[in-house]
Nanobody, 123 residues
Framework: QVQLVESGGGLVQPGDSLRLSCAAS????????IFWFRQAPGKEREGVSC????????YYQDSVKGRFTISRDNAKNTVYLQMNSLKSEDPAVYYC????????????????WGKGTLVTVSS
């Protein structure tokens, strides 16, 4: 059974940090690029970051560059999103998604999705 399970969300204050995890099972993890998306209430889902299957290619939305870092541990079938200096525009449900291939293709469909983890930023 293919599964992606996000964890690590929570309530933090502006300027704080969180590390999200995306644990995968049921598929050949190191053959998949992994994306992080987020969706805030009343807004469309947007791509945040992507890491290629090998971990070499890493891409970020402009609004998170320099604050978020994506990484993966293929031995643990897990991708991480380290989020530093969280801002008031970052709260959302964060989803991870898998895409078969060796390089991130933001315009193409995802093959599997997690159910999301909620990030709340409030003072």
């Amino acid at each position: 059974q293919v599964q992606l399970v996000e964890s690590g969300g929570g309530l933090v204050q502006p300027g704080d940090s969180l590390r999200l995890s995306c644990a995968a099972s049921g598929f050949t993890f190191d053959h998949y690029n992994i994306f992080w998306f987020r969706q805030a209430p009343g807004k469309e889902r947007e791509g945040v970051s992507c890491i290629s299957s090998s971990g070499v290619g890493r891409y970020y939305q402009d609004s998170v560059k320099g604050r978020f870092t994506i990484s993966r541990d293929n031995a643990k079938n897990t991708v991480y999103l380290q989020m530093n200096s969280l801002k008031s525009e970052d709260p959302a449900v964060y989803y991870c998604a898998g895409q078969f291939g060796s390089s991130c293709r933001g315009g193409d469909a995802m093959d599997n999705w997690g159910k999301g983890t909620l990030v709340t930023v409030s003072s």
